[in-house]
């Protein structure tokens, strides 16, 4: 076997060597200044370069279709689209890192350093079809989130999440990890493009690889969120800072469902008709709690971690629909498209709680809203947008993310599933509602902490723009999501 490193392989890997650089160029510098920082937006700056450096590079070398390091990596449609959506939100969270209280001061550096080594991670994580370097992209990733929550000048709840996300994280890369094994002493190796032609009857033939298989979904279940092994998720995004959970909440989910998508292109699922039945049914379940239990809650942030929830209900019917369609395009386009508009619907929303923290151990509740729009007009509209767009009113980005998704999940007999998902959004809708009207009908003295224009309200605005625009040119963006797959 060939394991020389060739020119192509240093090519198609540059974003990482990209984000590499640019992670050590902060802490290198604290270093030479004598542990001193430099200043904030310096700093800042150049992580923003690194990532700005890194998109371009997947662009650039990210969708020819080619493979590195012996077939372990892929750079296809899938690794460009996801790349770009999980850099783009680990850009727009480290904005909010450096102006929430919970994230700036002494150890911002740091902060850049290993926000861009969990975004190392990621991009191996969605390039990865070797289920070794799967596991080696979410290690990277998660231990770096670990000790990004934990690193909060928040005293009580930042240390709380900080536990939570690493023993259930760490149980859910053993249940992964212990599929991994199975599915390499069924096959004898664990290359996904390897067993990808027969996976369908190693399913059938074979308890060994039906075992494994079935572990390594578990595994991603627990990363993205999908019940009942949720409960992680709105402990550890409250207690979080908000810029964390917001980059968790979607540069996370992004690279997580990428491979998730990628295990399941296997048409493993068309091998095992329980399998499948039980997916379906953990989508159904999923929708529900999530949008259910969004419904009782008063802190945003915990309402937005349980809205996320549900939206990995939604997802997770894009995911079968690839998973059983002959055109897996479609419904892996659906998926990727979904994607992008959760990313910045959700970043905005949480770019608003970040703004409304005046201090890190302040708790945003959904009353406090109140009067939000006489104070901050601009700032409550674009909440409003986000709000409305999670809900998949249109014509906002997130309505047709939703028609493309269910739309896929028709086209493959799903019909009750796209139901499903319909029920399930109407529900959320009544959640959604309640912010907009507490802050446009009730008195209060909601206020922004910090001044009135700053980085994170730009990319706020921008944002809310942004679902806005592309709501109305969507078709062609879904069709060159789609074209790239092919």
Request: glycine share 10%; net charge neutral; charged share 10%.
């Amino acid at each position: 076997m060939n394991t020389a490193i060739g020119l192509s392989d240093i090519l198609l890997i540059s974003p990482m060597i990209a984000l590499f650089f640019a992670s050590i160029i902060p802490i290198t510098a604290k270093v030479l200044r004598g542990n001193r920082e430099q200043h904030p937006v310096i700093t800042l700056s150049q992580g923003l370069i690194g990532i700005v450096v890194a998109i371009g590079l997947l662009v650039v070398f990210g969708g020819a279709g080619k493979t590195a390091f012996n077939g372990g990596l892929i750079f296809d449609g899938v690794t460009q689209w996801m790349g770009v959506i999980a850099l783009g939100a680990a850009g727009a969270a480290m904005i909010m890192m450096y102006e929430n209280p919970s994230t700036t001061g002494k150890q911002f550096s740091e902060l850049v350093f290993l926000a861009l080594s969990s975004a190392i991670g990621m991009l191996i994580l969605v390039s990865a079809v070797d289920l070794l370097m799967v596991f080696i992209g979410l290690e990277l990733m998660s231990l770096a989130l670990y000790l990004m929550i934990a690193m909060s000048h928040e005293e009580k709840l930042s240390k709380e999440a900080a536990l939570k996300y690493f023993v259930l994280g760490s149980f859910a890369s053993a249940v992964f990890l212990y599929g991994v094994a199975f599915i390499f002493g069924s096959t004898g190796g664990t290359n996904i493009l390897g067993f990808m032609e027969n996976a369908a009857e190693l399913v059938q033939t074979s308890r060994l690889f039906l075992f494994g298989i079935t572990f390594v979904i578990l595994g991603f279940c627990f990363k993205v969120s999908i019940a009942p092994f949720h409960a992680w998720t709105p402990d550890v995004y409250q207690g979080a800072p908000t810029p964390h959970s917001a980059f968790m909440a979607t540069a996370v989910k992004t690279v997580s469902f990428a491979a998730f998508l990628r295990v399941i292109a296997t048409k493993s699922l068309t091998g095992s008709d329980h399998l499948f039945d039980i997916l379906q049914w953990l989508a159904v379940i999923t929708m529900i709690v999530g949008n259910t239990a969004a419904i009782i809650q008063n802190n945003f942030k915990r309402m937005i971690a349980y809205s996320s929830v549900a939206h990995s209900g939604y997802l997770l019917i894009g995911i079968i629909t690839a998973g059983v369609s002959d055109n897996g395009a479609f419904g892996a386009s659906g998926v990727i498209f979904y994607l992008l508009s959760y990313a910045l619907m959700t970043l905005g929303a949480f770019a608003i709680a970040s703004m409304l923290e005046r201090s890190e151990n302040h708790i945003v509740n959904i009353d406090d809203l109140a009067g939000f729009a006489k104070q901050r007009p601009m700032l409550a509209l674009c909440l409003t947008v986000f709000l409305l767009s999670l809900a998949g009113i249109p014509p906002t980005l997130g309505f047709f993310g939703k028609f493309y998704l269910f739309n896929a999940a028709v086209g493959e007999g799903l019909l009750w599933l796209a139901i499903w998902g319909m029920l399930s959004s109407v529900i959320g809708v009544y959640y959604y509602l309640r912010p907009i009207v507490v802050m446009y009908m009730k008195e209060g003295n909601a206020e922004v902490a910090g001044h009135s224009l700053n980085a994170t309200t730009v990319t706020a605005v921008v944002m809310a723009l942004a679902i806005v625009l592309m709501g109305f040119v969507s078709g062609p963006i879904f069709t060159a999501v789609e074209k790239s797959l092919f």
